[in-house]
């Protein structure tokens, strides 16, 4: 599951899906994956400290400090839950193609909803969690 962090300094909003494209196919400007990294493997240090051996081990033993290798994957994901809330992007009938694509995402549903109004492609309900269906049209021209 890839995820892109959409918006300005302070109204950031986090979109979580399955395919970059199918968020792209939706925007005009170009988008990155934030999680376009492989895994890597890094070391940290184990302090030293005492262990004892049992319940009833009076004298613990000293462990010295050494160095531990473990395997970093920041796409590593744990269960089946998807984070943050959904949303849905369906074209209206206004639009050239059909077209219905389901996110999730995190953060303000404000600022979601003002970066899809900012770079849609095309005319689109727009759905989301405990909310009503909105519509979104491309801005057309500057001003």
Known sequence: MGKSTLGSEGNQVT?????????????????????????VTRSKEI???????????????NVSSSTAQYLFDPTLKSGNALPGKWFVLTTTKDADTQEKRRFTYTGSFHDLHAVLQADIKYPCYFRAEGSARHTIQPIIGEG
């Open 15 to 39: 979109i979580y899906y399955d395919h970059i494209e199918s968020l792209q196919w939706f925007l005009t400007s170009p988008i990155e994956n934030d999680e376009d990294v492989t895994a």
């Open 47 to 61: 302090p030293a400290m005492q262990r004892r051996r049992g319940p009833s081990d009076l004298t613990p033993i």
